[in-house]
């Protein structure tokens, strides 16, 4: 077969037997991938067409160091040469995931004890909520169990965490979500604040209501609050002043469990190692996973304090074992891939870097409010938000059909960027940690090109 036949051939098998996440089944199913990505190297990413785009998305938030590596390659060669497997159940382990626990436990936000690791977000945020519910029996308290969190936030799609995710669309029609997971607004001031309202107005506003809750509900069945420091899968929002001051005064106030999503904010997104620092946040306990490995390999990791280890070990003594675990949890390849690329980090001064070069990237993308489709840009790091509406003084959005946002994600990506358009018409931009100041400037003139082509579409 030449190269032309095998592309169509792939792009057929595809169509006719994969079954795509997140993905509208039927345009799949009629019309096949979107895209078929073949290679990448730095901050690009190349099509089976030829097409060679600037990643503006980092992949989904993850190929933090772009689409090649060396050291990561060669990291992951070694550990499957020496040991491509060995299970973490039973008390067994390997040296890889020994050091890795203690490494990254002493890198946290706030000190973290104990890690414990999974392949993905979601397994460590559904392994969080069960930790909580196991700890909970441990303390004589069964009925703390109800989870709050925000409209908009994602924390995975594993049953328990998606039903902490506050996004409609993955709970219709699965009968989801569970009961108890209760949901809080999300705190995106240019949409939802009123009209004269204050950004520090608008904080204690949602703290109020974080409050009124707890109170309707009873502090004494509240098992944790969830948050990412700032909402990505939501469409990147970062929160006004004062939000995670007055936020996180609730949650002293009534002892809540804070457990804090770092998936996308951990490592560098924000031009500190966590979210939690860019915020001040205090958490009990904290979810990572993407750029732990800078996604050369699917890794996530959970950490929590030594009490709440010592509470589940009084059921384990009872039950004699924790009954729960993955079979791929803690990979002595991931855990070569993750240890190789935080001495990566560390090396190339990550944070550093990231602090430079999102100077520039904020300047630019902040230059872009004043584009007539662009209402609000709010960003921190290489991590930004913007929402596009029909007249951003009176806050009137576009018409839905209209997928303004979809037109502009679409039109970047025929000029050479990969963006992300999530509703309600907000583009998500996160470009790799690794990008230089001319990559950004190219990256945002072809954003600029492109609203200005949809621009002209519906002015
Ligand atoms: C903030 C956040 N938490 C959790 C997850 C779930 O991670 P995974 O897709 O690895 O299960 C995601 C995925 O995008 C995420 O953005």
């Not at 929160?239 to 490592?267: L, N, T």
């Not at 935080?342 to 090396?347: A, P």
Request: glycine content about 8%; hydrophobic content about 40%; aromatic content about 10%.
């Amino acid at each position: 077969m030449d190269g032309t036949s095998l592309d169509n051939a792939l792009h057929i098998y595809d169509r006719d037997h994969h079954i795509h996440g997140q993905t509208n089944l039927r345009q799949q199913s009629e019309n096949g991938p979107t895209v078929m990505v073949t290679s990448g190297n730095g901050v690009r990413f190349t099509t089976s067409d030829g097409h060679t785009l600037i990643d503006g998305f980092s992949g989904l938030g993850c190929v933090s160091l772009g689409y090649h590596n060396d050291r990561l390659a060669e990291a992951a060669k070694r550990q499957m040469d020496t040991l491509p497997f060995a299970p973490t159940f039973y008390g067994r382990s390997h040296p890889k995931i020994a050091e890795l626990a203690e490494r990254l436990t002493s890198m946290a936000a706030v000190p973290m004890d104990r890690a414990m690791f999974q392949c993905s977000g979601s397994e460590a945020n559904d392994s969080i909520i069960k930790f909580l519910w196991y700890r909970n029996i441990a303390r004589g308290e069964p009925n703390r169990r109800k989870i709050i969190s925000r409209w908009r936030g994602y924390y995975g799609n594993t049953v328990a965490a998606v039903s902490a995710s506050g996004q409609p669309h993955m709970h219709a029609k699965f009968g989801l979500p569970l009961e108890g997971f209760l949901k809080l607004s999300t705190p995106n001031y240019y949409l939802a604040h009123k009209d004269g309202e204050s950004e520090e107005e608008f904080s204690a506003r949602m703290a109020k209501e974080f409050e009124e809750l707890v109170i309707a509900e009873g502090p004494e069945t509240i098992a944790a609050f969830f948050a990412e420091p700032m909402q990505s899968g939501g469409g990147a929002i970062r929160p006004p002043e004062g939000y995670w001051d007055s936020m996180q005064a609730v949650i002293r106030k009534y002892d809540i469990h804070f457990h804090v999503d770092e998936v996308v904010c951990g490592f560098g997104r924000t031009g500190f190692m966590w979210g939690a620092e860019a915020f001040g946040l205090k958490p009990d306990s904290t979810s990572c996973a993407k750029a732990l490995t800078a996604a050369f390999f699917p890794m996530s990791a959970l950490m929590i304090k030594e009490d709440f280890y010592q509470d589940m070990m009084r059921n384990s003594d009872e039950v004699g074992v924790l009954g729960h675990g993955f079979t791929y949890a803690g990979h002595p390849v991931g855990a070569a891939v993750a240890l190789e690329a935080l001495q990566i980090y560390k090396d190339m001064d990550l944070i550093g870097h990231v602090r430079r070069v999102s100077k520039r990237f904020l300047e630019r993308c902040n230059a872009l409010a004043d584009h007539p489709l662009v209402a609000d840009v709010r960003g921190i790091g290489l991590f930004c938000g913007f929402q596009l509406m029909a007249d951003k003084k009176n806050r009137v959005p576009f018409e839905p059909g209209l997928k303004v946002g979809v037109r502009a994600q679409d039109a970047a990506h025929d000029l050479g960027l990969y963006l992300r358009s999530i509703p309600p018409d907000r583009i998500s931009f996160m470009p790799p940690l690794i990008i230089e100041e001319d990559e950004i400037d190219e990256a945002v003139d072809i954003f600029k090109n492109a609203l200005d082509s949809v621009w002209e579409e519906v002015r």
